[in-house]
């Protein structure tokens, strides 16, 4: 296992296993998962998949619960058949937070772990629910545990169960006070402690992350690959005349102005000079909880669209499209924001992106002037500008604030869509298509559909 160890499922994995662990009889209950690993760069996530409840005596349940053999070997070579792991999991009804582990439960995952480690070729994962509902988890190497850093539950709302003595609660301070006022101490911990990335930090994502880094998150990180040029200036607040001579970086750029904003008494701000459509871009982009998503090329988005689901990790997307007439006058503009993730719609099914458009951009055609001209397709043009760009920054971090805080007990909205010219906000009532390709890879990580491509 790698040095940071997570585990994540969709809140209808959840539900699931919550109705069978925690029974009626207050007693201990117990059934076995099959798990995806997605692996980034620095971060292994266990993805709980397939439940495995039990048949007709492959469990027993006496207070404690206890479990077959049978049942262990029939979840590994489902596995095996499967390119997945196995977890064992189980209950504690009397328990509250992050469990420790008993010697009786310690000794019951162990000496099933080689025997899981041997048939499909990947760490046994232990799980326990306590009985308020909080879930702790550890690995198994071939003759220890290793405990889980956290364990997300993904769905319209983001639901982090923390391991406090590994990632403890961070202290607050007075530049924050306001902050925590809008939402209180406990959603504040959890922005401190989650791990942000925004990609694309032009006028937009370079805004957002310098957001980031004042509200008080600790674990924040931006890729791009791009330098500041004069054109960018009008539209990149916080970037020089001196950043555009030089061909600053840009993420050099959010990292400057990231430090000057941040109210944390510590914190740790990354850059990475990646393309998130490259193996190692994504294996980076895999390290991290939320992704913020600034980006407004096809294919690019097409991978972060993907990962949302296949690994679990939250992607809000936006952007700006601006109308003008023929003679310059500006027609209108439509701001639109959505976060991907399971129970909302990806962006092929509300059709923020064309599939055919992913093949072109991949190819590198989007550019192409001669392909342009003889497919008679409009020039890709650079449409934001600073006194808009600040209402799609706004967006994302609304959705953000939805997704971590979850105002009213209601997590993300629906795709939205606010157009200036009418002065409307839309909720776009899009569905799932039955047979989306993405949707259909949810929490299938290191087993999804390969779409990027070698590093460069």
């Not at 772990?113 to 048939?119: H, N």
């Not at 101490?185 to 925004?198: E, G, N």
């Not at 980006?295 to 809000?316: C, E, H, K, T």
Request: proline share 4%; charged share 20%.
């Amino acid at each position: 296992m790698t040095e940071n160890f997570s585990v994540a499922m969709t809140n209808v994995t959840n539900s699931e296993l919550s109705d069978h662990l925690l029974r009626m009889d207050g007693q201990e209950d117990i059934c076995l998962a099959l798990y995806a690993p997605s692996t980034g760069s620095l971060r292994r996530t266990a993805i709980v998949n397939d439940v495995l409840l039990p048949q007709r005596g492959e469990r027993s349940v006496h207070g404690n619960a206890s479990f077959s053999g049978s049942y262990v070997l029939r979840a590994c070579q489902q596995a095996a058949r499967t390119g997945q792991g196995v977890m064992i999991i189980h209950s504690h009804p009397n328990g509250r937070g992050w469990q420790g582990m008993s010697a009786q439960d310690a000794d019951a995952e162990e000496s099933y772990s080689r025997l899981a480690l041997q048939l499909t070729g990947k760490p046994l994962v232990g799980m326990t629910l306590a009985g308020e509902g909080t879930w702790s988890a550890r690995a198994w190497t071939a003759s220890e545990s290793i405990q889980a850093d956290y364990v997300r539950v993904v769905g319209p709302s983001l639901n982090v169960h923390w391991n406090n003595k590994q990632r403890p609660v961070p202290p607050s301070n007075d530049r924050q006070l306001r902050t925590i006022s809008a939402w209180g101490d406990k959603t504040q911990a959890d922005i401190a402690r989650l791990r942000l990335l925004v990609v694309g930090v032009g006028s937009v994502g370079l805004d957002v992350a310098v957001r980031l880094a004042a509200a008080g998150a600790r674990h924040v990180g931006v890729m791009d690959f791009d330098v500041v040029h004069e054109h960018n200036l009008d539209r990149m607040i916080g970037s020089t005349q001196s950043d555009a001579a030089i061909r600053r970086p840009k993420i050099e750029v959010a990292h400057r102005e990231m430090e000057r904003a941040a109210t944390a008494s510590s914190h740790e701000f990354r850059t990475h000079n990646q393309d998130v459509t490259t193996v190692e871009g994504q294996a980076t982009a895999l390290d991290y909880d939320i992704v913020i998503s600034c980006v407004d090329r096809p294919y690019p988005r097409a991978v972060l669209n993907q990962m949302a689901y296949s690994d679990l990790i939250p992607v809000i997307d936006g952007g700006i499209g601006i109308d003008v007439f023929s003679d310059g006058a500006m027609r209108g503009a439509t701001i639109r924001t959505h976060t991907l993730t399971t129970g909302r719609p990806c962006l092929v099914c509300s059709a923020q992106i064309d599939l055919s458009e992913v093949t072109l951009d991949k190819e590198g055609l989007l550019d192409d002037p001669s392909y342009i001209a003889a497919a008679g397709q409009a020039e890709r043009g650079n449409q934001n500008v600073a006194l808009l760009s600040i209402c799609v920054t706004a967006g994302l971090l609304s959705q953000l604030v939805s997704l971590i805080a979850r105002p009213g007990g209601r997590g993300v909205s629906a795709p939205l869509r606010y157009s200036i010219a009418t002065h409307s906000l839309e909720h776009l009532h899009v569905k799932s298509r039955t047979h989306c390709p993405f949707e259909a890879e949810t929490g299938r990580g290191d087993l999804r559909v390969a779409l990027t491509r070698p590093n460069a």
